[in-house]
């Protein structure tokens, strides 16, 4: 087994894991255990359920490291795992912690926004979606989970991610028109 | 990459001050970005870190959990009492198919002959008698040095797993008993038989090795079926109300040596 060093990058790490190399775990953990905490964090509001998930995820990463297939970055296949692990994990729990929480969903906050709109800066738009919106945005596009997966995450039905993936998408085109 | 996030944006966003949209980029940038992901790894409390790797080495480490230990601990069993029982070699999937396939051969054949019924209730008490013989020892079980050093005692671990391999081949046995042709009570015949055979192992195990006592008992329990057949020329003799009384008392009577006994299977360490 060859030894390892910040010369190696995570394709060549990944590689000597799935190898069974057990200090390549390591190195990658250590290249993307600190990050993915954060972006764990901002979807779960429950330390002990985002360490969990990261164990989850580099169990699963050293026992399917083969399954990647050299598409895409490493950090984000990563992250695939990730997200998915922390929907599993939120199953299993009955009491859910999130974030961003099914909250009352009043039109009038949205129409709100919609009134004050006089901008069109992408990142600006954004800010002005309700959380609601945006954290369906944020699952959908950003974290790349299908209509069902998101709302697990979210604890809403798949239907409502749909609708209001619509209405954000509505309303950012609104705003940027 | 020619782009980053600037160091005042990624702290604050390690902090959970970034609002939304900045949170966005960041999130949309880092799997992608060795330089940033190194960066933002300084801001992360390494303590934690060290800890969630620490609990993944040991999972790492610890034994897998087989389809037995899953699906005792699904039904509520405690891990420590699962995983002894796991490691059971009579409750490993290759001895019961083999169990499954002996009940299947013997009620197939005793549908299709006469007498096959006899041969089913003859082999029905053996399976549980041979699977206790391979339930603990230093021969046969893979944690039995394991098992030396566990906080429980010997005598509890031969008689926890004895009963597991009683009641899974018993509800094996029982299930091919159902499928035999013209549900009679003879189908039910070998249930005394099979819990004499078994505690009279049992507690013969106090004296000798258990491979060596269930291999006796199961000698003379064919014997007993053969001459009980020629002399009595009546196949089912030996499952008739006086041998159904005799299977009891022998069961009786072994429950009360083991119990009187169980003090010197813990002293020897196990049935060695």
């Given at each position: 087994m060859r030894a390892l060093s910040a010369d190696h990058d995570d394709v060549e790490v990944l590689a000597a894991v799935a190898d069974g190399d057990r200090p390549a775990l390591r190195v990658l953990y250590d290249r993307h255990a600190p990050w993915l905490a954060l972006r764990l964090a901002r979807r779960c509001a429950d330390p002990g359920l985002v360490e969990e998930t990261i164990q989850d995820t580099f169990v699963a990463i050293w026992r399917g490291?083969?399954?990647?297939?050299?598409?895409?970055?490493v950090g984000a296949w990563i992250w695939g795992i990730a997200i998915r692990r922390l929907i599993d994990a939120l199953r299993r729990q009955p009491r859910r912690q999130i974030?961003?929480?099914?909250v009352d969903d009043r039109p009038s906050a949205e129409e709100e926004i919609l009134l004050g709109v006089e901008y069109g800066d992408l990142g600006g738009a954004l800010q002005r979606l309700s959380p609601q919106l945006r954290a369906v945005v944020q699952a959908t596009v950003?974290?790349?989970?299908?209509s069902r997966e998101a709302g697990r995450l979210l604890g809403i039905p798949a239907g409502t991610v749909k609708t209001r993936m619509m209405r954000a998408r509505a309303q950012l085109r609104e705003e940027l028109a | 990459m020619s782009w980053h996030v600037q160091s005042e944006l990624l702290e604050r966003y390690a902090r959970g001050d970034a609002d939304g949209a900045q949170a966005f980029s960041v999130e949309a940038h880092l799997p992608s970005c060795p330089q940033c992901r190194g960066q933002i790894a300084a801001l992360v409390d390494g303590a934690v870190l060290q800890g969630a790797w620490e609990g993944i080495e040991e999972r790492l480490d610890a034994p897998r959990r087989g389809p037995v230990e899953t699906a005792l601990m699904r039904a509520g069993v405690s891990e420590h009492v699962a995983r002894l029982l796991g490691a059971t070699?009579?409750?490993r999937l290759s001895w019961l198919l083999a169990c499954a396939l002996v009940l299947a051969f013997a009620a197939w054949a005793a549908s299709r002959h006469d007498g096959g019924v006899y041969w089913f209730l003859v082999l029905a008490p053996l399976l549980p008698l041979a699977g206790v013989a391979v339930a603990y020892g230093p021969d046969v079980d893979p944690t039995y040095e394991v098992g030396l050093a566990a906080p429980m005692r010997s005598f509890g671990l031969l008689l926890i797993r004895a009963l597991a391999v009683l009641v899974t081949t018993t509800a094996m046995a029982a299930i091919a008993a159902l499928a035999l042709d013209g549900l009679h009570w003879s189908a039910a015949a070998w249930l005394a038989p099979s819990l004499g055979l078994t505690l009279a192992s049992l507690a013969l195990a106090t004296r000798m090795s258990a491979l060596a006592a269930c291999a006796s008992l199961g000698a003379l329990w064919m014997l007993a079926a053969g001459v009980g057949w020629h002399l009595?020329?009546?196949?089912?003799v030996l499952f008739g109300a006086a041998g159904q009384v005799t299977c009891a008392l022998v069961a009786a009577i072994a429950a009360f040596v083991l119990a009187r006994n169980a003090d010197s299977i813990e002293r020897r360490g196990g049935m060695a």
């Open positions: 490291a083969g399954r990647y297939k050299g598409q895409g970055d974030l961003v929480a099914e950003l974290d790349g989970l299908t | 070699p009579a409750l009595a020329r009546e196949p089912l």
